[in-house]
T-cell receptor
Framework: ELKVEQNPLFLSMQEGKNYTIYCNYS?????LYWYRQDPGKSLESLFV???NGAVKQEGRLMASLDTKARLSTLHITAAVHDLSATYFC????????????WGAGTKLIIKP | NAGVTQTPKFQVLKTGQSMTLQCAQD?????MYWYRQDPGMGLRLIYY???????DKGEVPNGYNVSRLNKREFSLRLESAAPSQTSVYFC???????????FGSGTRLTVV
């Protein structure tokens, strides 16, 4: 069964702290995507990771991909309240150019 | 602004009624998608269209039909709405498999 598992599913943290969200997947895939969703809003594309060892950074967020371990991480550095959101990872299904399998999302709350 | 436009934003239907959700993108993307989002279940693909003139079933197509009217527009039709179709529906498009999705703002549908 194709599965994408995120952990934790819920994270409450203080501003200024560092933390990592993990995304494990069960299928062979070379492409992994991270999205952000604010409450009641749509989803916004954050990162597209296209190969083993890929690392991308935007502000306080850094994403990496290890295709051998079937693991991606989203690292938050010195968290600020504006990063509070739900973060989703998704992977491409090998053999299908168009279908993604999504994780359940990690709800991140950052307290001042 | 360029992007994906969905209408309506909110809709309440009675069981058995029909309706069409409209989606249009102005980014000249080939592929378009319809997802539903339910609490705790992440996003599930209903239908997708790899290119103008083609449509394919996703993970949860039952009870839905789609039309790729032209390259810009991809509509989702509920022929006989059921309470199980209460959900938030997102349309998305992307330039290709190495790119993230651009999502519309969503349609919150309630079937009573």
């Amino acid at each position: 069964e194709l599965k994408v598992e995120q952990n934790p599913l819920f994270l409450s943290m203080q501003e200024g702290k560092n933390y990592t969200i993990y995304c494990n997947y069960s299928t062979t895939s070379d492409r992994l995507y991270w999205y952000r969703q604010d409450p009641g809003k749509s989803l916004e594309s954050l990162f597209v990771l296209l190969s083993n060892g890929a690392v991308k950074q935007e502000g306080r967020l850094m994403a990496s991909l290890d295709t051998k371990a079937r693991l991606s991480t989203l690292h938050i550095t010195a968290a600020v309240h504006d990063l509070s959101a739900t973060y989703f990872c998704a992977v491409d299904v090998v053999g299908s150019n168009y279908q993604l399998i999504w994780g359940a999302g990690t709800k991140l709350i950052i307290k001042p | 602004n360029a992007g994906v436009t969905q209408t309506p934003k909110f809709q309440v239907l009675k069981t058995g009624q029909s309706m069409t959700l409209q989606c249009a993108q102005d980014m000249n993307h080939n592929s378009m998608y319809w997802y539903r989002q339910d609490p705790g279940m992440g996003l599930r693909l209903i239908y997708y269209s790899a290119s103008e003139g083609t449509t394919d079933k996703g993970e949860v197509p039952n009870g839905y039909n789609v039309s790729r009217l032209n390259k810009r527009e991809f509509s989702l039709r509920l022929e006989s709405a059921a309470p199980s179709q209460t959900s938030v529906y997102f349309c998305a498009s992307r330039q290709g498999i190495n790119y993230g999705y651009t999502f519309g703002s969503g349609t919150r549908l309630t079937v009573v």
